[in-house]
């Protein structure tokens, strides 16, 4: 619990200095644009790009694992979406928090707690959870985010396949694939790079909170609260059934489970900047799930411990 803690109270952080930048008039919307910018056409890309890269060749039982598992998101997100047009959602709306209840933060909150729990033996599923999070579930997410911003299906396809993030991911993937690697010099400079990702996009996540009303930041809405029970409860529902039918074994159930618990990602809030589309309750939902997730993961934590 005191891992789970420290991470987020670290992930609070960085929000709460980017809200303070604003607050203070040391940040304005164009410095969020450029930091948005930062993370979304070089960090990301280059953290995905080095990190897949490092990793073995996927043999045929982790490969079952993991369409399971993208199964169970996409079906967890799906109920979502129809849950709010049902309740008269807006459709573009709908389907971002569909994306928000998708997309985990595997990588920069997921791996390193389940790391901290588990054990070093998760340094292997738990990155390829994270490349299915982020190569098949964000790229999917990305193309229902072009469709509802008004492309066409072609048009969200070819968005989607320009999209920086996809396009690390696939590349990453693709060594990976082939067990090509970096050489060092390289592979050292592409990581700096990477990991300097997370802080911009949390400086720039707490800058658009701090840009809104405290009273509306505070009170969820209707979509962001679907959003949030899809991502942090029915997901590692769905997950722990569908891999309970697999009967894979113990570790490999604890590490994908915690990883679809793990709140919404802030690279949601990223895309959901740059197509225009519910950024503000996107920006809500990563704040609050990960706030939640500090009770959330950490009584995961001790049951799967058990």
């Not at 994270?130 to 997410?141: E, K, N, Q």
Request: glycine share 8%; charged share 10%.
């Amino acid at each position: 619990m005191l891992e789970t803690l420290s991470r987020v109270v670290v992930f609070f952080g960085f929000i709460a200095l980017g809200a303070l930048l604003v607050r203070l008039k040391r940040l304005d919307q164009s410095g969020l644009n450029g930091l948005s910018a930062y993370f979304y056409w070089l960090a990301f890309p280059c953290w995905l790009l080095v990190s897949f890269s490092r990793l073995p060749p996927l043999d045929a039982g982790h490969a079952r694992v993991l369409i399971v598992y993208i199964a169970a998101m996409l079906v967890a997100a799906l109920i979502a979406v129809v849950l709010i047009r049902l309740l008269g959602g807006d459709r573009s709306h709908a389907i971002a928090a569909g994306m928000a209840s998708l997309v985990n933060n595997s990588a920069f909150l997921g791996v390193p707690v389940v790391a901290s729990l588990f054990g070093p033996k998760v340094m292997l599923m738990g990155p390829l959870v994270v490349a299915a999070d982020f190569l098949v579930l964000f790229s999917i997410g990305c193309a229902g985010l072009a469709k509802a911003s008004g492309h066409t299906f072609r048009e969200a396809l070819v968005h989607t396949s320009k999209n920086p993030t996809v396009i690390g991911a696939a590349l990453g993937v693709a060594l990976m694939s082939l067990n090509l690697h970096f050489p060092p010099v390289l592979d050292n400079a592409l990581d700096l790079l990477g990991k300097s990702g997370p802080p911009v996009a949390l400086v720039a996540l707490g800058g658009m909170l701090g840009l809104m009303p405290a009273p509306r930041l505070i009170r969820p809405d209707r979509l962001s609260i679907f959003a949030m029970v899809g991502k942090i409860i029915l997901a590692p529902a769905l997950v722990a059934l569908a891999l309970s039918w697999l009967r894979v074994d113990p570790l490999t159930f604890r590490v994908c489970v915690f990883l679809s618990a793990t709140p919404t990602a802030v690279s949601v809030f990223v895309q959901t900047r740059m197509y225009d589309v519910w950024s503000e309750g996107a920006a809500k939902t990563v704040a609050q799930s990960t706030l939640i997730s500090l009770f959330t993961l950490s009584a995961l934590a001790l049951l799967l411990a058990m």
